[in-house]
T-cell receptor
Framework: GENVEQHPSTLSVQEGDSAVIKCTYSDSASNYFPWYKQELGKGPQLIIDIRSNVGEKKDQRIAVTLNKTAKHFSLHITETQPEDSAVYFCAASGWEYGNKLVFGAGTILRVKS | NAGVTQTPKFRVLKTGQSMTLLCAQDMNHEYMYWYRQDPGMGLRLIHYSVGEGTTAKGEVPDGYNVSRLKKQNFLLGLESAAPSQTSVYFC????????????FGQGTRLTVV
């Protein structure tokens, strides 16, 4: 089955700096890669996703890149703000797994003001 | 529009007791999922359902049972709670078509003593 590894486990940045979180996946059949943000005491919420037919996607200050050959994808947050502080999860899924999401272990992002 | 609602939000059980967690969604989604979240381990899939009357095992199904008698509800049962089942439980739902967004509930924090 699919296995997703996520790094780093914690990340501290100064407000205004960029943050990058990286994930690798094991199964080349995976074709959908979402990123979720989880604030304290809440459930995860989708912030951006990318499909295997696209190499990069951007939405305002966040962007995701996908390298299918190397089987890794990354989340980029620019001009970080204190409200970006949260836990971020990457995930992968594909038709072979019935569209079940397999999550990485999560990254705690702290933005220091 | 409530989205995904989990009941209860908190619960403390004694070892050996049983309980049922209720998940309700009002988005007419076909797919529903139960995850558990433990520190440093991300979200792990317990059981899932691809439609009313169907259930399937996920990554960590032992000690849990589920039922999907109505499309909008997905119940997670613990027949004989163990301390290892202390966790935060999240329910999610999705349309299930084309690897679309999964919507999560607020979570249930369960402690087994």
């Amino acid at each position: 089955g699919e296995n997703v590894e996520q790094h780093p486990s914690t990340l501290s940045v100064q407000e205004g700096d960029s943050a990058v979180i990286k994930c690798t996946y094991s199964d080349s059949a995976s074709n959908y890669f979402p990123w979720y943000k989880q604030e304290l005491g809440k459930g995860p919420q989708l912030i951006i996703d990318i499909r295997s037919n696209v190499g990069e996607k951007k939405d305002q200050r966040i962007a995701v890149t996908l390298n299918k050959t190397a089987k890794h994808f990354s989340l980029h947050i620019t001009e970080t703000q204190p409200e970006d502080s949260a836990v971020y999860f990457c995930a992968a899924s594909g038709w072979e797994y019935g569209n079940k999401l397999v999550f990485g272990a999560g990254t705690i992002l702290r933005v220091k003001s | 529009n409530a989205g995904v609602t989990q009941t209860p939000k908190f619960r403390v059980l004694k070892t050996g007791q049983s309980m049922t967690l209720l998940c309700a969604q009002d988005m007419n989604h076909e797919y529903m999922y139960w995850y558990r979240q433990d520190p440093g381990m991300g979200l792990r899939l317990i059981h899932y359902s691809v439609g009313e009357g169907t259930t399937a095992k996920g990554e960590v199904p032992d000690g849990y049972n589920v039922s999907r008698l109505k499309k909008q509800n997905f119940l997670l049962g613990l027949e004989s709670a163990a301390p290892s089942q202390t966790s935060v439980y999240f329910c999610a739902s999705s349309t299930g078509v084309g690897n679309t967004e999964a919507f999560f509930g607020q979570g249930t924090r369960l402690t087994v003593v």
